[in-house]
């Protein structure tokens, strides 16, 4: 078993490509599978997190929140410069009033979930991250309807319910976290607990390729349905992930952090809370159809996308590093 998992761990792209490629051909296939899909997301997502976080020891995660200089950096990254670059992006297709919501929906809300387990794959700072994760849910909850209000009028402000946003976090955070800490305060003490942390770390690789075809195969076919008018926002969410992996390179040496970390506020920046805010975008009126699939469009951009930053990433700090050496 060990082979198989040192294996796996040495093929994690080429294994991710082949997830999201049989995710797709299942959900364009056999497109009624899509709502059982759909609500396996959540679970599928939950699992991840679990075995993420049971490679944490949460006593890192404590003293992540003593880093000042990292938390500020994700969050003006997040905050102040993610706005200004969605405020660009976002008036190529101003004209579109779905298009418009659903970019600016997805755009403007920071991911806190599997943004964690990008970043450790990657070799970032995943504790800090998860860290900054409370916080930067509070703050998308708060500043996201004064985002719709200066981008997209008066009348997009009303879209905002907090409830997904709260559910998400205890689902797919608090829930995952406090079993993780159970399994790690038993690991202490009996095998069990260590047995389970063995498992579940070997099991990283195959989790986050059920995962990757659980979502693709869920909204790839609604996505297929409109995919002419979807193109326009296509090159924008491409254009997002290029501009902010320069953006965090960029922000970590500014603020002097080290390589895990910047590539923690690389992946941060990069990635959006698509699967929490789909749910506020399907609320809406059936003339704005496009937002929800304007939304999906990003998770499944941001996923490739995603696969390729866990190699590139390590590569462009490692070149960031010998320029500070």
């Known amino acids: 078993m060990g082979r198989v998992v040192e294996w796996w761990d040495r093929q994690q792209v080429p294994l991710y490509v082949a997830a999201i490629l049989l995710g797709a051909l ?18 599928t997502l939950a699992l991840l997190l679990f075995a993420t976080f049971l490679g944490v020891p949460l006593i890192e995660v404590g003293r992540s929140f003593r880093d000042v200089r990292f938390l500020l950096t994700v969050l003006v990254v997040n905050f102040l410069v993610v706005p200004l670059i969605v405020f660009g992006l976002s008036r190529f297709v101003a004209d579109d009033r779905g298009l418009l919501l659903g970019l600016l929906l997805v755009l403007l809300t920071p991911c806190v979930d599997y943004v964690i387990v990008f970043t450790g794959l990657a070799g970032g700072a995943r504790a800090r991250l998860l860290a900054a994760a409370p916080l930067l ?52 003490r009996h095998r069990v607990g260590r047995a389970i942390e063995v498992v579940m770390a070997g099991a990283m690789v195959p989790l986050m390729m059920l995962t990757l075809a659980v979502v693709i195969g869920s909204q790839i076919a609604a996505v297929g349905g409109q995919a002419v008018a979807l193109l326009r926002v296509v090159p924008l969410y491409v254009v997002f992930l290029a501009i902010m992996v320069l953006v965090g390179l960029v922000a970590g040496r500014v603020a002097r952090l080290d390589v895990p970390s910047t590539r923690a506020v690389m992946f941060s920046g990069s990635t959006r809370n698509s699967l929490v805010v789909l749910p506020l975008a399907l609320a809406l009126p059936a003339s704005l159809g496009l937002a929800p699939l304007a939304v999906v469009t990003q998770t499944l951009v941001e996923l490739v996308g995603m696969v390729v930053f866990v190699r590139l990433v390590p590569w462009l700090t490692r070149s960031h590093q010998t320029t500070l050496d």
Do not use: C, D, K
């Open 26 to 43: 299942v959900g364009s296939l056999v497109p009624a599978i899509a709502p059982a899909l759909t609500v396996a997301i959540n679970p």
């Open 137 to 188: 849910m509070l703050l998308q909850i708060v500043l996201l309807p004064i985002y719709l209000l200066l981008f997209a009028g008066s009348g997009a402000v009303e879209l905002i319910e907090v409830g997904p946003f709260v559910e998400a976090f205890v689902v797919l955070i608090v829930v995952p976290l406090v079993a993780a800490a159970i399994v790690q305060a038993i690991a202490t």
